[in-house]
Antibody, heavy 118, light 114 residues
Framework: QVELVQSGGEVKKPGASVKVSCKTS????????VSWVRQAPGQGLEWLGW????????RYAQKFQDRVTVTTDTSTRTVYLEVRSLQSADTAVYYCVRDCGNCKLDYWGQGTLVTVSS | DIVMTQSPDSLAVALGERATITCKSSQSILYSPTNKNYLAWYQQKAGQPPKLLIYWASTRESGVPDRFSGSGSGTDFTLTISSLQAEDVAVYYC??????????FGQGTRLEIQ
């Protein structure tokens, strides 16, 4: 069965960076991309970016273009999200989700809570 | 970016009754070459990740009960729950994934039992 398993919660200080991992299984990795979506406490869903499963192609929301990097390790089927220059407004649950590219976001990771606090 | 606006923000419906949520996009998300509307609906229960319900505006995801249906085209879309069950209490989001546009979500609609 398709699974996306994310790394555990993180607590970071303002100005620091965080790297969240998403290990995938149960499907042909190169046939799907992975998107990252975040949700601040009590708020809605916000898309950060996407990476292809078969190339290094990435796309980012303009708001995060300068602070976010999505990478993959094809050998371990793991996708990574790095967010730099963290501020309190970045406190959120970060989700990875399988993305078939202009069709649907069908399988979601369990979420990783990133807390930014001094 | 394409702005997605849902209404209402919250909704209370009696068990067994129909629930209707609407979603409007700031520009058409009907892609002519494929004749598909690039819109999906998700359900999010407290403490859980979102769950895909509907994509291509009206295609039900495998395993989703048939009381959930999606309709609409162009800029105006609707999610309908034909007979509300207790387990349907959740927040519902629409999302567009139009070609060469960043993904955006509606603000969410909270559905409760009346």
């Amino acid at each position: 069965q398709v699974e996306l398993v994310q790394s555990g919660g993180e607590v970071k200080k303002p100005g620091a960076s965080v790297k969240v991992s998403c290990k995938t299984s149960g499907y042909t990795f190169t046939s799907y991309g992975v998107s990252w979506v975040r949700q601040a406490p009590g708020q809605g869903l916000e898309w950060l970016g996407w990476i292809s499963g078969y190339s290094d192609e990435t796309r980012y929301a303009q708001k995060f273009q300068d602070r976010v990097t999505v990478t993959t390790d094809t050998s371990t089927r793991t996708v990574y999200l790095e967010v730099r220059s963290l501020q309190s407004a970045d406190t959120a649950v970060y989700y990875c989700v399988r993305d078939c590219g202009n069709c649907k976001l069908d399988y979601w990771g369990q979420g990783t809570l990133v807390t930014v606090s001094s | 970016d394409i702005v997605m606006t849902q209404s209402p923000d919250s909704l209370a419906v009696a068990l067994g009754e129909r629930a209707t949520i609407t979603c409007k996009s700031s520009q058409s998300i009907l892609y002519s070459p494929t004749n598909k509307n690039y819109l999906a609906w998700y359900q999010q229960k407290a403490g859980q990740p979102p769950k895909l319900l509907i994509y291509w505006a009206s295609t039900r995801e495998s395993g989703v009960p048939d009381r959930f249906s999606g309709s609409g085209s162009g800029t105006d879309f609707t999610l309908t729950i034909s007979s509300l069950q207790a387990e349907d209490v959740a927040v519902y989001y629409c999302q567009q994934f139009y070609i060469n546009q960043p993904i955006t979500f509606g603000q969410g609609t909270r559905l409760e039992i009346q």
